[in-house]
């Protein structure tokens, strides 16, 4: 145990971020610059998620604005996608575990504020479609009401305000680089949920970095730890997956002696962008050959530097030949 752990004050309330770290918001922003940017005659690419991740709406269209060379000034360009946000804010899903991570600390009696660089109009509207959530925050505090978004300390500093808590005993919950470093300056204890894929090297601020908030450990911080871990397992709903084998990248087998049979991402991109990368397991069904144990990589695998999540099932079963049929997993 570190001399760093052992010296940290007790946390006696959670400041959490809304976009990207409680939302999904990233599947949204990316489907409508897509679209959009095409009127323009350029390509939005989703590798560039990372300049407008934390940013204020304004800051965020600048972004745009300079890094596709858009005929506009940045407040035109928001006020022309602005509507389109707003008719898809009741399509944004909760993150992996935000549900649990909400439930939980209201069940142990945690002070609770969200913090969100976006407008407190927005964050109402938003969080409004996900029962449960606005009566669990004792503050919410929009963006505009600070003089200076993140990465400025303002906004966290208010929700301790809010909340009556030192700063120095708040944890804060963020996926973005403004927003860690915000939380930083704010004296606070910060961990990182990057909803950017391997960007966690440039998070080294943060107190922790975390794959996503179901790997919380809330005791390390003195607050009341999940109990629904099995064993170094946490439980959650199963899923269904299927489809053909496809070729993978023939190393799993050759480097590390595990051969996974990959499965297409085509019509699971939803489901994939819903579920952490990480390590599960289930049962696989093969028509002619039976069900079998699996355990099954999701993500960008570290190892090999996938340019895309790959869903890799590895059969718990010695096969005398490779098979790419119809495939089933749950
Ligand atoms: P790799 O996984 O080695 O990178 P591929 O995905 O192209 O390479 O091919 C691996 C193949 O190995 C799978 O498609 C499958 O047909 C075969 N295979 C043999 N045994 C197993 C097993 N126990 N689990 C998964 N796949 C297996
Ligand atoms: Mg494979």
Redesign the pocket.
């Known amino acids: 145990m570190s001399m760093a752990r052992t010296l940290r004050k007790l946390v006696l309330g959670v400041i959490l971020d809304l976009d990207g770290t409680l939302l999904n918001t990233d599947g949204i922003v990316n489907d409508i610059l897509k679209v959009h940017l095409v009127k323009y005659g350029k390509q939005w690419d989703a590798r560039n998620a990372h300049r407008i991740a934390g940013k204020t709406p304004l800051e965020a269209a600048a972004a745009v604005v300079e890094d596709y060379e858009l005929p506009m000034s940045p407040d035109v360009f928001l006020a022309e996608i602005t509507p389109t946000f707003s008719e898809q804010w009741c399509n944004i899903k909760a993150q992996p575990g935000a549900n649990r991570l909400i439930n939980h600390l209201r069940g142990h009696g945690v002070p609770m504020a969200l913090a969100s660089n976006s407008p407190l109009e927005n964050v109402e509207t938003k969080i409004f479609y996900h029962q449960g959530w606005k009566e669990s925050f004792s503050a919410i505090i929009g963006g505009d009401e600070v003089t200076n978004g993140k990465p400025s300390p303002d906004i966290f500093l208010e929700a301790a305000r809010r909340l009556n808590i030192d700063p120095s005993s708040c944890l804060v919950i963020e996926d973005s680089l403004p927003g860690i470093t915000a939380g930083k300056a704010a004296g606070m204890n910060v961990v990182a949920v990057p909803s950017i894929p391997k960007h966690s090297h440039l998070y080294t601020s943060a107190d922790e970095v975390i794959n996503s908030l179901l790997d919380l450990q809330l005791e390390k911080w003195s607050l009341p730890a999940f109990q629904d871990w099995v064993e170094g397992t946490l439980p959650i709903n199963p899923w269904h997956i299927g489809g053909p ?1 496809i ?8 480097v590390l002696g595990i ?4 499965i297409s991402t085509e019509g699971y991109l939803d489901l994939l962008s819903e579920h952490p990368s990480g390590v599960y397991h289930g049962w696989a069904g093969l028509p002619t050959r039976g069900v079998f144990k699996m355990v099954m990589s999701i993500g960008w695998n570290p190892y090999f530097n996938n340019a895309e999540k790959t869903i ?8 005398t030949e ?3 049929g119809q495939f089933s997993i749950s």
């Open positions: 084998v070729k993978g990248f023939g190393r799993g087998s050759k051969p996974t049979a990959n890799e099932p590895w059969l718990l079963h010695d096969f490779d098979f790419y």
